[in-house]
């Protein structure tokens, strides 16, 4: 099947996404074919593993860019090393299987892997597949980044609540003054009025 493999790498590296590509296959020969496409399609370099290194190990050892993963079944060993890469360095995962199974699919999805893919003997268009993969790993990227910041927002607004009410209670004062102490405080300082904030409340439990 790997006769109609055709990976666009230059396509690739022309949306600013450098190519470093871990190719994990347990078949030597497939994944032979693989990397001689990979090159001819100018990516700037392949790593090839098999069966017996790890996959977490392999890219903490050469921090691909790219990871694809060609297995006759895959298995819940195999997702779990999935699982692990993801948790600890995201990168977009492409996974191709020979048989179907809607589980394992769910399992695979949410252990990170960003395009799965089932193929017969004819294996699909790769290039639109990778394209994919590397689009929606930096969607969902973004969109992490996005909720951690409005998570982090909210909880510094909480902490400068917390702080105002704490100065308006010490100081009988409403709520503007308050205000205005810890900005000017914060200026004083060159600080961020969350840090001024969360001096006064360790300020008080420490006196507590």
């Given amino acids: 099947m790997y006769d109609l493999l055709r990976v666009d790498c230059a396509t690739l590296l022309?949306?600013?996404?450098?190519?470093?590509?871990?190719?994990?296959?347990?078949?030597?020969?497939?994944?032979?074919?693989?990397?001689r496409e990979?090159?001819?399609a100018g990516t700037d370099e392949i790593v090839r593993i098999d069966a017996t290194e790890a996959l977490p190990d392999a890219v903490q050892k050469y921090a691909p860019d790219l990871i694809i993963i060609d297995m006759d079944r895959a298995d819940r060993d195999s997702i779990e090393g999935v699982r692990t890469v993801t948790s600890r360095e995201p990168r977009p995962v492409v996974l191709f299987v020979d048989q179907d199974d809607p589980v394992l699919m769910e399992e695979a999805i949410g252990a990170g892997v960003s395009s799965y893919n089932v193929v017969g003997t004819a294996l699909p268009a790769v290039k639109p597949i990778v394209q994919a993969a590397v689009a929606l790993f930096r969607h969902y990227q973004l969109t992490e980044e996005k909720l951690r910041k409005a998570e982090a927002g909210l909880h510094e607004r909480a902490v400068i609540?917390?702080?105002?009410g704490k100065l308006m209670r010490d100081r009988h004062i409403a709520e503007p003054e308050a205000y205005h102490f810890l900005r000017r405080k914060a200026m004083d300082r060159g600080r961020r009025i969350i840090d001024i904030a969360t001096e006064i409340l360790e300020d008080t439990s420490k006196s507590g």
């Fill in 14 to 35: 022309s949306t600013g996404v450098p190519l470093k590509v871990l190719l994990a296959d347990c078949n030597p020969a497939r994944s032979h074919a693989l990397e």
């Fill in 161 to 164: 609540e917390r702080a105002k």
């Fill in 38 to 40: 990979l090159i001819a």
